[in-house]
């Protein structure tokens, strides 16, 4: 299948500080990734909708000031977590879609755990 | 507005025993059903998927039927093994073309002892 890699894998950085995680497509183009958050012990919760070449979709409650989505080409896209706080602690995971796959299914990033000391 | 109910966890089975997870959806459309495992420390991997009513999805020993009358897509395995540990979450697309989200239930902590 198609493959999405997720960097880095876990991260620590200080309070106040900028955190960038990239999400590639390795093997196929996507126009669109999603980026999801998912807090200890519950689901996956959408952030966003990554467009390439145009504004990401946030979803309701999710501060696009706080979290930088930049998706320039094809195979790439990234997301920063600026001036990070404690309470953004959290297991982040992208996916993108192959649209030339049987069902265009979802193929996901290894994750990111971050943590804001 | 769609979504995804699981059941809770945690589940705790003996090694060989019968596993059911039950996953109901409402969705504004006919969805597209998935199962996704989440082993300790990795990202989520595609399990099985089902596009449309009594579609039947299986891989490793699991599998699962899109009951649309019941709107159900509950995940079985006739003999787990202790390797099958991990988190299992049930979602849905409505779309058919790649560029829609998934909807996640809570997911359903799942641990196998020997």
């Known amino acids: 299948g198609a493959v999405v890699s997720q960097h880095p894998s876990w991260v620590i950085c200080k309070s106040g500080t900028s955190v960038k995680i990239e999400c590639r497509s390795l093997?196929?183009?996507?126009?669109?990734m999603f980026w999801y958050r998912q807090f200890p012990k519950q689901s996956l919760m959408l952030m966003a909708t990554?467009?390439?070449?145009?504004?990401?979709?946030?979803e309701q409650g999710v501060e696009k000031d706080k979290f930088l989505i930049n998706h320039a080409s094809l195979t790439l896209s990234t997301l920063t977590v600026t001036s990070a706080h404690p309470e953004d602690s959290s297991f982040y995971i992208c996916?993108?879609?192959?649209?030339?796959?049987?069902?265009?299914?979802?193929?996901f990033g290894q994750g990111t755990r971050l943590t804001v000391v | 507005g769609d979504s995804v109910t699981q059941m809770e966890g945690p589940v705790t089975l003996s090694e060989e025993a019968f596993l059911t997870i039950n996953c109901t959806y409402t969705a504004t459309g006919y969805p597209s059903l998935f199962w996704y495992v989440q082993y300790p420390g990795e990202g989520l991997q595609l399990l099985l998927k089902a596009t449309k009513a009594d579609d039947k999805g299986s891989n490793k020993g699991f599998e699962a039927t899109y009951r649309k009358e019941t709107t159900s897509f509950h995940l079985e395995k006739g003999s787990v093994q202790v390797s099958d540990s991990a988190v299992y979450f049930c979602?849905?697309?409505?779309?058919?073309?790649?560029?829609?989200?998934?909807?996640f239930g809570t997911g359903t902590r799942l641990t196998i002892i020997p």
């Open positions: 996916s993108a879609n192959d649209p030339q796959g049987i069902l265009s299914e979802a193929f």
């Open positions: 093997d196929f183009q996507a126009t669109t």
């Open positions: 979602a849905l697309t409505l779309s058919n073309f790649g560029n829609e989200k998934l909807t």
């Open positions: 990554s467009n390439e070449g145009s504004k990401a979709t946030y």
